[in-house]
């Protein structure tokens, strides 16, 4: 660990921000009875042919995860809750180097050998974990 400068602290407070907005809102919008349906329509994958699509339940799990219910998340959509997971983790290391003025040097080693295939990769390797747990439960549930 080392001291975060000035600017590692300012983008630290607006991932963190930015995080606890986009929960915040979406708990809120929830409260006032938004419907989120509007936004997305019925899943036409699964209208055709009766079996879920990789993101079928991701909207559904990630206001459950915006209510608290974390294991609902989990549960109807394992990628989602993992995505969200990641999130909350992210948020909290960057409340520590904001407020606190700790950067995590681990943070640098890892940020500089990622690379934006390893991310997609690794998006699309949780994606399909998510679909396949999802699969089969409606493959089961037939």
């Not at 459950?64 to 974390?70: C, H, I, L, Q, S």
């Not at 700790?102 to 998006?123: C, E, Q, S, T």
Request: a positive charge.
């Amino acid at each position: 660990m080392s001291r975060a400068s000035r600017r590692e602290r300012l983008i630290a407070a607006a991932i963190g921000s930015s995080v606890v907005i986009l929960f915040a809102s979406l708990w809120l919008l929830q409260r006032v009875g938004f419907n989120f349906d509007l936004l997305f329509g019925p899943c036409g994958l699964k209208m055709r042919t009766g079996l879920t699509c990789p993101t079928c339940g991701m909207t559904t799990a990630v206001l459950a995860f915006a209510r608290g219910e974390v294991l609902t998340a989990f549960y109807v959509q394992p990628a989602a809750g993992l995505l969200c997971s990641l999130w909350v983790a992210a948020a909290f290391f960057a409340f520590l180097t904001s407020v606190v003025g700790v950067y995590f040097n681990f943070f640098g080693r890892l940020f500089a050998g990622l690379k934006v295939r390893h991310v997609v990769v690794g998006l699309l390797v949780i994606l399909a974990g998510g679909w396949a747990v999802t699969l089969a439960r409606a493959l089961a549930a037939r």
